[in-house]
C-alpha cells in the first residue's frame, strides 16, 4: 500500500494528491464539528421559529378589495 502511494506520489502526483484529499474529506466531517464544539466553544444556531405566533385579541375580517362581483 506505501509503495504504491510513494509510487503514484512520483510518478503520477495528480493521482496521488487526489487519494490524499479524497481521504481528509469524510475524515473531517467526523472530526471537525466535535473539535468545534469541545476546544473552540462553538454554540450552534438556535432553532429556527416553525410557526407564527398569533396575537392574543380578536380578529377582524378583512374588509375592501375583495375578489367578489
Known amino acids: ?7 503514484f ?4 502526483p ?5 487519494f490524499v ?14 473539535f468545534r464544539r469541545e476546544y473552540l466553544g462553538f454554540k450552534g444556531n438556535e432553532p429556527l421559529p416553525i410557526s407564527y405566533p398569533l ?6 375580517p378583512v374588509s375592501g378589495y375583495e375578489d367578489s362581483a
Do not use: D, H, Q, Y
Open 9 to 12: 506520489a512520483i510518478e503520477r
Open 55 to 60: 396575537p392574543n385579541r380578536a380578529r377582524t
Open 14 to 18: 495528480v493521482i496521488f494528491w487526489s
Open 21 to 34: 484529499l479524497g481521504t481528509t474529506g469524510p475524515v473531517m466531517v467526523l472530526t471537525v464539528p466535535k
Open 1 to 7: 500500500m506505501f509503495r504504491a502511494l510513494n509510487r
